[in-house]
């Protein structure tokens, strides 16, 4: 059974002989009256009180869920970012170590025909060296085919020749 404050202010109770004091017990009715209608509006404010809190619980759930579905997002998108970086750093490496093989091999083709270059440009100078020996040799002959011929037609020989040019002229 529910008792309301107006229940308690229209309680009427059978008058005896040797009773209690009337007034005393309704001075005593309206002071419950009164307790029992704050404590009834308190009761309605903190019952509210609970509503909104409870709306305000289950808002802040909602949001935990959602923040908590945005960090599960971003450490998979940060996971996703981050395996796509690897993959890529990995291709830059693997295409930067393609292109120094080429590169080298390049090189050692290059450094190849250089040598190769080289080698007959030394071939051809000692050819050149030998022709130009042979050129001399040649001129040198016909000097002194053409020095004799010349000393044979003046009467000197090409020693007496040799000597009077080495000595001083005094």
């Known amino acids: ?35 029992v209608e704050s404590l009834s509006r308190d009761n309605v404010g903190l019952r509210e009180r609970i509503v909104l809190f409870e709306q305000q619980v289950g808002e802040l759930k909602q949001t935990e869920m959602t ?20 993959r890529d750093a990995e291709l ?23 040598q190769r270059d080289l080698s007959i440009l030394k071939k ?6 030998e022709r130009m020996r042979a050129t001399l040799h ?13 000393y044979q037609d003046s009467g000197v020989l090409p020693e007496e020749k040799m000597q009077s040019e080495s000595s001083p002229a005094r």
Not at 73 to 86: E, F, H, Y
Not at 100 to 112: K, N, S, T
Not at 124 to 129: A, G, H
């Open 92 to 114: 830059i490496t693997k295409e930067a170590e393609l292109k120094a093989g080429e590169l080298f091999r390049q090189a050692r083709v290059e450094l190849a025909e250089t």
């Open 1 to 35: 059974m529910k008792i309301t404050p107006l229940d308690i202010q229209q309680m009427v109770f059978q008058v005896k002989l040797r009773g209690y004091d009337r007034n005393e017990v309704n001075r005593f009715l309206e002071e419950v009256a009164q307790t």
């Open 138 to 150: 040649t001129f040198e002959r016909m000097l002194d085919v053409e020095a004799s011929e010349a």
């Open 67 to 86: 923040l908590s579905n945005t960090l599960v997002s971003a450490q998979s998108l940060a996971d996703d970012v981050k395996r796509s970086a690897q």
């Open 124 to 129: 051809q100078r000692l050819l050149m060296v």
